[in-house]
């Protein structure tokens, strides 16, 4: 069974800064392409960024370019998320998702965590 | 900037069918956008329904469908029980810019 566990969320002032976690398990983590995506109190799904098997290749949207940074550790099944120049805007639920196999000739997410929560308030 | 559009909100009686679209600001959604469709209850992390336009997930119910309808990207609930009612949310993957963006969202009350 896949299972995303993150952890790192919590309260931080503007400008501050937050660093997330994503632990996976249930399978072969080193072969996905794994995303971040938020969620505002009450408002829809924002993708934020998403990260290549070998950590080669990363893609943010355009709100947080500059500011966050996605990385991975394959040998911990770890993702990561590195929050800097925190707003008020990014205060969200923030999901650790699975995204696609390079290998399969399908793009897709299909597996998310439950989710930290970060809130950004003075 | 790019915009994913679906209608805000839709109702549907029990047993009656629905369709979801979803549309993007560059033209018409193809195939080649791998379009997603993910089922969010309130105070749940999303599960996801469709993926690649009309692939089920093994956990997809039967009754849940995807294709393109019109230059959009479509979910079709046949046969709605009151457990669907949730928001639905369409993905559309760009490319170009390597990058994927969802659309805002379409509650559904079943009523």
């Known amino acids: 069974e896949v299972q995303l566990v993150e952890s790192g969320g919590g309260l931080v002032q503007p400008g501050g800064s937050l660093r997330l976690s994503c632990a996976a398990s249930g399978f072969t983590f080193s072969s996905y392409w794994m995303s971040w995506v938020r969620q505002a109190p009450g408002k829809g799904l924002e993708w934020v960024a998403n990260l290549k098997q070998d950590g080669s290749e990363k893609y943010y949207v355009d709100s947080v370019k500059g500011r966050f940074t996605i990385s991975r550790d394959n040998a911990k099944n770890s993702l990561y998320l590195q929050m800097n120049s925190l707003r008020a805007e990014d205060t969200a639920v923030y999901y650790c998702?699975?995204?696609?196999?390079?290998?399969?000739?399908?793009?897709?997410?299909?597996?998310w965590g439950q989710g930290t929560l970060v809130t950004v308030s003075s | 900037q790019t915009v994913v559009t679906q209608e805000p909100s839709l109702t549907v009686s029990p047993g009656g069918t629905v369709t979801l679209t979803c549309a993007s600001s560059?033209?018409?959604?193809?195939?080649?956008?791998?379009p997603n469709w993910f089922q969010q209850k309130p105070g749940q992390a999303p599960r996801a329904l469709i993926y690649s336009t009309s692939n089920k997930h093994s956990w997809t119910p039967a009754r849940f469908s995807g294709s393109l309808l019109g230059g959009k990207a479509a979910l079709t609930l046949s046969g709605v029980q009151p457990e669907d009612e949730a928001e639905y949310y369409c993905l559309l993957y760009y490319g170009g810019a390597q990058s994927w963006v969802f659309g805002g969202g379409t509650k559904l009350t079943v009523l």
């Open positions: 998702a699975r995204d696609s196999r390079s290998s399969s000739p399908h793009r897709k997410i299909d597996s």
């Open positions: 560059t033209g018409a959604v193809t195939s080649g956008y791998y």
